[in-house]
C-alpha cells in the first residue's frame, strides 16, 4: 500500500475555521438575544463570554486538526462540549451524538466549513433558547430528561434542515453571504422575546392599568418616598447596633436631621417578597390582601391581590399625586395587582446571566470573576437611574409626588461588586455566588454572611448616592423619605435559613426610618410598628385613607399596648434546602416587647428586651400574658389564591432562584 499523502493546508485548517466561525456566530446571537432581553451587562462580561467560549473552539479546533478530523466531526465535538459544560455530560454526550449524525450526509460533508460552522452556532443557539420552551410544552420544566430530549431533537433538525437549504443554493451564491445569511435569521430568532412583548413592557404595569396624564392637584403636598430594601435585616444594620460598618450613609443622613425618626421594632407583615409588598401597597395582613401561598403551599403562579381592594398609589392618585414606581425584584412585575395606581411602573434594566457556554465555563473556572451577574436582577445603581429618569418630567408639574422604589441588592445569590467585594472577608480564589442552604459548613455560611453584609454596604452607598440626587433637585429636604424592607435574611439562627421560612425576628424584623419634611416631625417610640403602618401614614400625608390595622405614625406616642400580626403560610418546598421549620405555617404578634408565636400545636412567647434572638420560650411561665396575646393573633385564611388569577411569572424570576421554591 502507497504512504498516505499529508493533507493539505487548507484542508487540515477546515476544522479549525469551521468551529471558530461557530464560536463568534454563538457569541453574537447570545449578545443579540442579550440585547433582546433588555440586559445590560458591562462589555467586560460580554467580552469574558466570548473569550471563554472561542478558547474551547480554539482547542477543539486544534485538536481536531491534529486528528484530522472533519469539520462535521469537530463541530459535532464542540456542540457536545458546549451543552456538557452548560447543562451536564449526559446532554453533551447526546449533543455530540446527534450532531455527528447530522453532519454525515452527503450535502453536509460537501458544505464549505464556514457555512457548516454558522450553521452549528444556529442550530446550538436554537438549542439553548428553546429547551427549556420545549420541555415546558410537555408540562416538566425541570424534569431534565425532557431538556435533554429538547436538545437532542432541536439539533439534528436545525442542522439538517438548514444544510439541505444550502446544499439547493445556487453554486454562485458565496460562503461569506451563506454565514451572513445564517446570522442575520439567528439575530432575528435571538430578538424574538423583543419582537414578541414589543418596547412597552417595562413601560406599562402588566396587568393593563395605565395613566400618563397628569391630574391638576389643589394645594401643593408634600413628596412622599418609599424605600424597600428587600431582603435587609435590621440588625445587620450599623445604624442598629451591628458591629460591621454597613450604613454609613444612612447614619449620616440620619444625623444630619434632627427630626428624623428611626422605629427600633419595626416589622413586615409576610415573610417573603408578595405578602410583604401587598401589605404595603394595601394597608392589609396578607389574610385579607390574598398575595401569599395557601396553606398547602402548593400555589407557585396566579398571585393577585383582591380585586376591588384600593391600593396606595390609587389613594394617592385620587389625592393629586403623580405615582411612580421603579424596582428590580422581578416579582413586582408578576403579581396582578400590584401596578394599579401607578402613572409609571418601570423595572429597572436587567443583568441576568447569559444562557450560553461562555457563561457555565467562567462559573466553572472564574467563579469569582464578574460575579455580580449572577443577581439576576437590576442592581441599585441601574434602580437610581430609573427613578431619576422618571422624575424629570415630574418634578417641575403640579402634582406632588408618590414615589415607590424597590432595590433587591440584598437577596440572594451574594454577589457584592467591586469595591465592597472582599471588604469584611475576603474573596478566597475559586468562590461563587450562591443562596445559602441548611447543608453548608459554618464556615461557608460566614463568608456568605459576610457577602450579604458587602452586598449592604454597597447598597447603602447607592441609598447615598440617591439622597444626594434628591437634594441637587430640591427634594431631599421637602419630602417625607420612608427608608423600610419587605423581610430580613436567616443565616441559620433557628435551624433555618433565607427568608420565607419563619416568622422569627431574623426574618420579619426589618429597619424602618422615617425622614420627615423640613417644618415636620415625628415622636419616637419603641412600640412595634409595621408595613401596614407605613402605608396608613402615608396615605394620611396625602390625604386619604386606607382601611385595615394600620396606624398613622405621626399619632403615635411614646409608647402603647397596639398589637403588630404577622402571617406565614409555610412553604413545603424549602423545607429540603433551607430547614424543616419552612413547611410549618405560623404567626405571631407583638406588643411591646413580647411577641408570641403561634404553630399549629405549640405556642412560644419571647421576651425581645432581654432575649432578642428569641431563644428562651416563656409560655409555660408566664400561661397567663400567653392568653391575653392570643387573642390579637391573625386568623388564617384559606385559600387565599383565587382562581383565575393566572397572571404568567416572568422567566426571569429563575435568576434569583424564586421558581421551584428554594428562595422566594
Known amino acids: 500500500m502507497p504512504p498516505r499523502e499529508p493533507l493539505?493546508?487548507?484542508?487540515?485548517?477546515?476544522?479549525?475555521?469551521?468551529?471558530?466561525?461557530?464560536?463568534?456566530?454563538?457569541?453574537?446571537?447570545?449578545?443579540?438575544?442579550?440585547?433582546?432581553?433588555?440586559?445590560?451587562?458591562?462589555?467586560?462580561?460580554?467580552?469574558?463570554?466570548?473569550?471563554?467560549?472561542?478558547?474551547?473552539?480554539?482547542?477543539?479546533?486544534?485538536?481536531?486538526?491534529?486528528?484530522?478530523?472533519?469539520?462535521?466531526?469537530?463541530?459535532a465535538a464542540w456542540c457536545g462540549l458546549c451543552l456538557g459544560f452548560s447543562w451536564g455530560w449526559i446532554d453533551g454526550a447526546a449533543g455530540f451524538a446527534v450532531a455527528a449524525l447530522a453532519t454525515l450526509p452527503s450535502f453536509a460533508r460537501r458544505t464549505r466549513p464556514a457555512v457548516l460552522g454558522a450553521v452549528a452556532a444556529l442550530a446550538l443557539a436554537c438549542a439553548y433558547l428553546k429547551c427549556t420552551a420545549f420541555a415546558e410544552h410537555l408540562g416538566h420544566k425541570d424534569d431534565f430528561v425532557y431538556e435533554s430530549v429538547g436538545a437532542a431533537l432541536l439539533l439534528p433538525l436545525t442542522l439538517c434542515a438548514l444544510a439541505f437549504v444550502l446544499a439547493l443554493l445556487p453554486a454562485r451564491v458565496s460562503s461569506g453571504l451563506r454565514v451572513a445569511g445564517l446570522l442575520l435569521f439567528g439575530c432575528v430568532v435571538s430578538l424574538r422575546p423583543r419582537l414578541e412583548r414589543g418596547d412597552g413592557e417595562h413601560r406599562q404595569p402588566p396587568d393593563g392599568y395605565a395613566s400618563s396624564a397628569p391630574r391638576v392637584a389643589g394645594e401643593k403636598k408634600p413628596n412622599v418616598f418609599v424605600i424597600v430594601l428587600d431582603t435587609v435585616r435590621a440588625d445587620h444594620l450599623s445604624l442598629y447596633g451591628y458591629e460591621r460598618e454597613t450604613t454609613p450613609e444612612l447614619a449620616h443622613f440620619f444625623q444630619s436631621r434632627k427630626n428624623a425618626v428611626l422605629y427600633p421594632r419595626a416589622y413586615a407583615n409576610g415573610t417573603w417578597t408578595v405578602p410583604s409588598h401587598g401589605s404595603l401597597f394595601t394597608g392589609q395582613l396578607p389574610g385579607t390582601h390574598g398575595a401569599h401561598f395557601s396553606l398547602t403551599g402548593e400555589v407557585r403562579s396566579g398571585f393577585s391581590i383582591a380585586d376591588g381592594l384600593p391600593t396606595l398609589a390609587e389613594r394617592m392618585q385620587e389625592s393629586g399625586y403623580a405615582t411612580l414606581a421603579g424596582y428590580a425584584n422581578h416579582w413586582l412585575h408578576s403579581v396582578h395587582g400590584f401596578p394599579r395606581g401607578f402613572d409609571r411602573y418601570l423595572r429597572a434594566p436587567d443583568t441576568d446571566e447569559l444562557p450560553f457556554v461562555g457563561e457555565a465555563l467562567r462559573q466553572r473556572y472564574l467563579p469569582s470573576t464578574l460575579w455580580e451577574v449572577a443577581k439576576g436582577c437590576a442592581r441599585a445603581t441601574d434602580v437610581n437611574a430609573t427613578l431619576l429618569s422618571m422624575l424629570a418630567p415630574w418634578a417641575e408639574g403640579p402634582n406632588p409626588l408618590f414615589v415607590f422604589a424597590n432595590y433587591v441588592d440584598a437577596h440572594g445569590p451574594y454577589a457584592p461588586p467591586e469595591p465592597f467585594k472582599g471588604h469584611f472577608l475576603p474573596v478566597h480564589d475559586g468562590e461563587h455566588s450562591e443562596h445559602l442552604s441548611s447543608s453548608f459548613s459554618n464556615e461557608r455560611i460566614a463568608q456568605l454572611t459576610a457577602r450579604y453584609d458587602e452586598e449592604l454596604a454597597y447598597l447603602d452607598h447607592q441609598v447615598g448616592e440617591l439622597f444626594r440626587a434628591l437634594d441637587q433637585r430640591g427634594l431631599l429636604h421637602s419630602s417625607w423619605i420612608f427608608v423600610t424592607a419587605d423581610h430580613g435574611?436567616?443565616?441559620?439562627?433557628?435551624?433555618?435559613?433565607?427568608?420565607?421560612?419563619?416568622?422569627?425576628?431574623?426574618?420579619?424584623?426589618?429597619?424602618?426610618?422615617?425622614?420627615?419634611?423640613?417644618?415636620?416631625?415625628?415622636?419616637?417610640?419603641?412600640?412595634?410598628?409595621?408595613?401596614?403602618?407605613?402605608?396608613?401614614?402615608?396615605?394620611?400625608?396625602?390625604?386619604?385613607?386606607?382601611?385595615?390595622?394600620?396606624?398613622?405614625?405621626?399619632?403615635?406616642?411614646?409608647?402603647?399596648?397596639?398589637?403588630?400580626?404577622?402571617?406565614?403560610?409555610?412553604?413545603?418546598?424549602?423545607?429540603?434546602?433551607?430547614?424543616?421549620?419552612?413547611?410549618?405555617?405560623?404567626?405571631?404578634v407583638i406588643v411591646g416587647h413580647h411577641k408570641l408565636v403561634a404553630y399549629a400545636d405549640a405556642l412560644e412567647l419571647y421576651d425581645l428586651d432581654s432575649d432578642p434572638g428569641e431563644h428562651v420560650n416563656l409560655a409555660s411561665a408566664l400561661p397567663h400574658l400567653v392568653e391575653q396575646l392570643k387573642g390579637s393573633l391573625p386568623s388564617f385564611q384559606d385559600p387565599l389564591v383565587r382562581a383565575g388569577a393566572d397572571t404568567e411569572l416572568d422567566d426571569s424570576l429563575s435568576g434569583l432562584g424564586y421558581i421551584g421554591g428554594p428562595n422566594n
Open 489 to 588: 435574611e436567616a443565616f441559620g439562627e433557628h435551624a433555618v435559613f433565607e427568608h420565607g421560612t419563619t416568622v422569627y425576628d431574623e426574618v420579619t424584623h426589618v429597619p424602618l426610618l422615617v425622614f420627615p419634611p423640613q417644618g415636620a416631625s415625628l415622636t419616637p417610640t419603641n412600640d412595634p410598628v409595621s408595613l401596614v403602618d407605613v402605608a396608613a401614614t402615608v396615605a394620611s400625608i396625602g390625604g386619604s385613607t386606607l382601611d385595615g390595622p394600620g396606624r398613622d405614625l405621626r399619632a403615635l406616642g411614646a409608647s402603647g399596648t397596639h398589637a403588630t400580626a404577622i402571617e406565614f403560610y409555610g412553604d413545603a418546598l424549602k423545607a429540603a434546602k433551607l430547614g424543616a421549620l419552612a413547611q410549618r405555617p405560623a404567626r405571631a
Open 8 to 75: 493539505a493546508r487548507p484542508a487540515r485548517a477546515d476544522a479549525l475555521v469551521a468551529v471558530l466561525v461557530a464560536a463568534l456566530g454563538l457569541s453574537t446571537l447570545e449578545t443579540v438575544y442579550a440585547f433582546a432581553e433588555r440586559w445590560y451587562h458591562a462589555p467586560a462580561y460580554f467580552a469574558l463570554s466570548a473569550g471563554l467560549t472561542l478558547a474551547l473552539a480554539l482547542a477543539v479546533g486544534l485538536a481536531s486538526a491534529l486528528l484530522r478530523l472533519s469539520p462535521g466531526l469537530a463541530l
